[in-house]
């Protein structure tokens, strides 16, 4: 009865993504909720009801047909799930009101992956993107009263296989995961989350499900289908703020439009502003419109660390008077300004050129981590988690997190808390540590994809810089798939270029004026793309970003490490709590070599490089009882993760203003590998599964703090130093060393240096 009501009225505010959408004489049905899920199994048919936003696995649990998937080894136990092929149906009664609109569609905002969808036995599109939101026309296929929808999924492993063998050109690597991950094959085939076919840090669950919201959109004039806003200074006049809005709308096939007029209307209450422009459409051309809103009075959105975070509110509305229908979108804007520099240096023949950010014009160094998916199954995350996850990174004085490109484009709700924090967010595109096909079905799926998240995100203050891939010119420049690519390098170095130079950075630079784009991470910056976007060493430290590890070598011997302009990977494995491995293990598992934990850590030697680096300055546990033996080893990797990334991150952190005689340093950003887990293992992350904080989350908390002192040993001589990011004169400052020695309390030395003059 309410849904009538409703729907009568067509007055509706309903919330999608996040986004406020508010909508007067268009039709929209929500089809979120409850679905039938079934499929033909080996061992019979299974038909159940399964939530929307939702997976086949969660169904499946609230079902208590399976038990906890993170449970000992049921990432391989469950793999059955994958390969089978699973359908969600489900009826929905349609109004004349919807029924009788000129243009009907199904907006699907997220379908993972392989699906046919189909209403009242007809098809009305089909979905190979889990990162599109598609659009079908089902004005021929729906009718008043009852309809059945239905989405038929096929098994995504069976479909990258498929695609794989029917690429017969050439081969496109790599094929498989290492036999470690017990993952799957052929990911890079699919548009769907890298990381669900397995990783060195999670398991491969492969899901199936629609796992953003689904609805009915029915119209006779225009609705908004996009926004994409740029919160800027005035080409014109760079002391002034604008906002440039561009609304996407969609126009009705609807002969009766022909020469009408619509509005689209852009208002920010907190600036006392509303801008707004008048034109004409055409039956079935879709417009993009630009309104340009001044916003002198706007304040200064900074990082964390740096100021305040002001979010403005923004409403932008297209309105039809001729038909009386008025589609709204809300959200809300920051106003900053973000460079990255990549200059030559100052110093006389200096090697290389920067890699900083600036933003507001004031030079940062980035403190931060990698952010990965925060469960397998994203229907699980709630707001609160993300809250935690990203509150805990400003806590531990973080103001930059890079979201990794072998999983997802994360919710709104993770960008939207970014920006109430301050986290600065490096936006990998999604694709990791693989090559990609580039034939003409796959290249119109990137395009589509890169067009829409960029839209859905340009507004974010948060978002300062876009990233074409992870590891991809590296795997290329450092022969990663040499036995493969040595058969035709030009092939596959053009397939690169192909992708990232020629599909994806086109579209993001045409769409995004307001932030750097950069082809890979790492590279080289500038100097790749002088080198034709693939360098001959991607982690040279004189340019751009590299990623490093090392698990040979003690890592409190800062030689070990390189002097990079920027390092946005780097890391040390260590086990969760006990606490948290004992939720999904048995007492047979409590053994640091027992099968479970051989079999838990997708690294390969993970669990002999953390005993590696423990041996370095500990006594390794040893006890009669095999399960405290356990629990203090667990303990042990943690603190030594601490310890080496807490020296890593100090080194790097004291080398922002220095040079050595080969040109290496002026480091100005540290992100280490990784804050967050996926599932209960042991990774190189700070927090858990579950959100409990690792030590060196703890110790984060005082390597990233905005004043710090470090020191450590080279050639026999101690190297203080005193590091600042504050950005306000400071005066008297004083930094006292004590030298001591282990066999006696009495100090070997005091030295105190007083600097009176003002200290930035």
Known sequence: ????????????????????????????????????????????????????????????????????????????????????????????????????????????????????????????????????????????????????????????????????????????????????????CHVNYIRKEQCSFSWDWGPAFAPQGIWKDIYIEAWDCATLRDVSALAMKSPSNPKLWIVNVTGYINVANNEKIKGKAVDLMVSIPQLQTEHGKSFLITPGKNEAVDVIVNAAKAETWWPNGYGKQPLYNVTVSVECPAFQEKHSKEFHVGFRTVELVQDPLPEKNPSGLSFYFKVNNQSMFMKGSNWIPADAFQERITKEQIMHLLQSAADANMNMLRVWGGGIYEQDEFYNIADQLGIMIWQDFMYACALYPTNTDFLKSVKQETTQQVKRLSHHPSVAVWSGNNENEGALANGWYADVVSKNQTLYYDDYRTLYIKTIMPIVESLDVSRPFISSSPTNGLESKRENWIAKQPQDTHYGDVHYYNYQDDCWNVGIYPKPRFASEYGYQSWPSFETVKKVSVKEDWNYNSNFSVYRNHHPLGNTEMTLQAAFHYKLPKSSNTTQEFIDMLYLTQIVQAMCIKTETEYYRSLQSSL?????????????????????????????????????????????????????????????????????????????????????????????????????
Not at 88 to 106: M, N, P
Not at 687 to 706: C, N, Q, R, T
Not at 734 to 757: A, G, Y
């Open 1 to 184: 009865m309410a849904m009538k009501i409703v729907l009568a009225l067509f007055s509706i505010i309903l919330v999608f993504c996040n986004i406020i959408s508010g909508v007067t004489g268009v039709g929209v049905l929500p089809l979120n909720g409850k679905w039938s899920v079934t499929a033909s199994t080996s061992n019979g048919t299974i038909n159940i009801n399964g939530n929307v936003p939702g997976s086949v696995h969660t169904a499946l649990i609230d079902a208590d047909l399976i038990s906890d998937p993170y449970y000992r080894f049921n990432d391989e136990n469950q793999r059955w799930i994958a390969y089978e092929d699973w359908t969600y149906s489900r009826t929905f009664t349609a109004s004349e009101d919807i029924t009788k609109k000129s243009s009907i569609v199904l907006v699907a905002e997220g379908v993972d992956t392989i699906a046919t969808i189909s209403i009242n036995g007809k098809i009305v599109g089909k979905t190979t993107n889990m990162f599109i939101r598609y659009v079908m026309d089902i004005k021929s296929a729906i009718k008043e009263g009852q309809n059945v929808i239905t989405v038929a999924f096929e098994s995504a492993p069976k479909y990258a296989n498929k695609m794989a063998t029917a690429h017969t050109q050439y081969e496109v690597p790599p094929s498989c995961p290492p036999a470690v991950q017990h993952g799957e």
């Open 660 to 760: 050595d005689v080969k040109g290496q340093g002026r480091t100005m950003g540290a992100l280490y590998w990784q804050l967050n887990d996926i599932w209960q293992a042991p990774t190189w992350a700070s927090i858990e599964y579950g959100d409990k904080w690792k030590m060196l989350h703890y110790y984060a908390v005082k390597f990233f703090s905005p004043v710090l002192v470090t020191a450590y040993i080279t050639d026999g001589t101690i190297n203080v130093f005193g590091i600042s990011d504050l950005t306000t004169d400071t005066v008297n400052v004083t930094m006292r060393q004590t030298v001591w020695q282990w066999s006696q309390f009495k100090p070997l030395h005091t030295i105190n240096r007083t600097d009176r003059k003002s200290v930035v």
